[in-house]
């Protein structure tokens, strides 16, 4: 549950849904229920009705499901950088070490000079995932339920 909404699900709409499947199953050892190819009918905001067909999955693995959505030729489902899923987070011994296969570094937090305390890296098809060190995992469960979420290190004055 994420305030008043029951979140069961994160989306993401790939080109091509097979490499989606494999890149992020690998990155994230999530495995996946078995590919829907479906018509559906649709009524667009601006009152248009269209016929739209739609491959796509969900994955075994949940909650939260991370559900991919195959476009197609001129598919109301459009990939976003903008509007899509940014990042999947999630704990890890180390986040110097990718997730996955071909994930390079974007960023990440500097300790000491070097990286440390998260990271995020991309994958070919443009996922990104955050690794945040799991040594702050009691931190975050005590920030979900209520308390403070201590910085990493003091925030400079002034």
Known sequence: MLGAHDVFH????VEDLDVAMRTIGENLSITWAPVQLRAIAILTG???ERDETIRF???????PHVELIEIGPDSLW???SDAGLHHIGA???DVTTPPGPGMDLEFGGRVDGR???????TAPNGMRVELV?????AGFAA????????????VPDG
């Open 10 to 13: 994160v989306g993401r709409v």
């Open 57 to 63: 999955t969900y994955s075994a693995d949940g909650p």
């Open 91 to 93: 704990f890890a011994d």
């Open 115 to 121: 990286l440390g305390g998260f990271a995020y890296y």
């Open 133 to 137: 060190d799991a040594s702050r995992r």
């Open 46 to 48: 601006c009152g248009e």
């Open 78 to 80: 459009r990939p976003s």
């Open 143 to 154: 920030w979900f339920a209520g308390g403070g979420l201590a910085p990493t290190r003091p």
